[in-house]
């Protein structure tokens, strides 16, 4: 002990750091999130080249791109706010179930030759509500699927870092798997991927669900949550942040395929590469800040770093004519 602060040797760092693994219910969903991850990864990397094989058209990328994410910035607070009076457990599976029908269904489309850009279009709007309603549900179901309010803030971490670990490889593998099979295999992977999840929360052993008592109207909670996330100063300075980002920065994303295809003159592979890029330097971001925790100064420090280093890495990435040069910014802006 040294001014107050214990010393960990690194091998109980690296248990501190997982230590919500050695919860059975956490560890069941942790690794069948990997896998139905690493499968919605796959399926993203595939709508993305097909969109672009179909019309050839930036434009219908970004519709796309658009129609996955707006039922998110609809919905989410609403689900936000059933999550408190709901049974989350049956939500989930409602919430898995259903986008693994959707990528069976876009499978069966795209093996037979009937797949166009509007059942693509329609297809993610319906998935994108599902995701719209899980997120929420998912976080809300945390503290029961844990038991331990302590374990929550390293569960947090630790799923952000398995989305991040599932960003990396998956779209790697899904490069690969459009080169060799074509995208429908890729469709019916991820369909098969859901299973991860589904009996992940079937084995689980959970508390029985308690109905809770009356609530106020869903809109009057919906408008004391966003009264108290604007007048919180973090939770303000936090969301205001996350917007921002999120409006001007990342919709790039969507836009790797015309960039991989027509600026570096390569395939579904180089796309897998420069997604995958991306999800590297978020992955060692996550793992970083999962042991800055133990150097405050450094984790205060680098967090400001970060975002300066995000935004002149993603505007780099529009003037490298490079793949080796594109693939180092991707990691950049995703470190970032």
Request: aromatic share 14%; charged share 10%; net charge positive.
């Amino acid at each position: 002990m040294k001014n107050g602060v214990i010393k960990l040797s690194f091998f109980h760092k690296i248990r501190f750091a997982f230590r919500a693994l050695e919860n059975r219910n956490f560890r069941l969903f942790f690794f069948g999130a990997l896998f139905s991850l690493m499968g919605t990864w796959i399926q993203n990397l595939a709508i993305g080249w097909l969109v672009y094989k179909l019309t050839d058209s930036a434009f219908y990328l970004g519709l796309v791109g658009f129609a996955s994410q707006i039922p998110a910035l609809i919905l989410t607070p609403i689900a936000g706010v059933y999550a408190d009076r709901t049974n989350r457990f049956k939500v989930l599976i409602a919430t898995q179930s259903l986008p693994m029908v959707l990528a069976f269904l876009l499978a069966a489309l795209t093996f037979s030759g009937h797949i166009t850009v509007t059942a693509l279009i329609v297809i993610v709007i319906i998935n994108g509500t599902a995701i719209a309603f899980d997120t929420p549900f998912r976080h809300a179901f945390l503290l029961e699927m844990l038991g331990d309010k302590k374990l929550i803030p390293n569960a947090v971490a630790l799923n952000s870092m398995l989305f991040n670990t599932a960003r990396f490889i998956g779209p790697s593998i899904g490069g690969l798997l459009i080169a060799m099979f074509g995208e429908a295999v890729c469709f019916l992977i991820n369909g098969v991927s859901f299973s991860g999840v589904i009996v992940a929360l079937l084995l689980m052993k959970l508390p029985g669900f308690v109905k809770p008592a009356a609530h106020k109207s869903v809109f009057k909670e919906l408008k004391e949550g966003l009264h108290y996330a604007w007048n919180f100063l973090p939770t303000r300075y936090m969301i205001s942040l996350a917007m921002v980002i999120s409006f001007f920065g990342l919709p790039f994303q969507s836009f790797l395929p015309v960039y991989a295809a027509d600026i570096l003159k390569g395939d579904s592979q180089l796309l897998g590469l420069l997604v995958g890029a991306l999800g590297a330097g978020a992955l060692s971001g996550a793992l970083i800040f999962g042991f800055a925790q133990y150097y405050q100064s450094f984790a205060t420090y680098d967090s400001q770093r970060s975002l300066v280093s995000f935004w002149p890495c993603a505007d780099g990435i529009s003037f490298s004519k490079q793949s080796w040069l594109s693939l180092v910014l991707l990691f950049i802006t995703g470190l970032g």
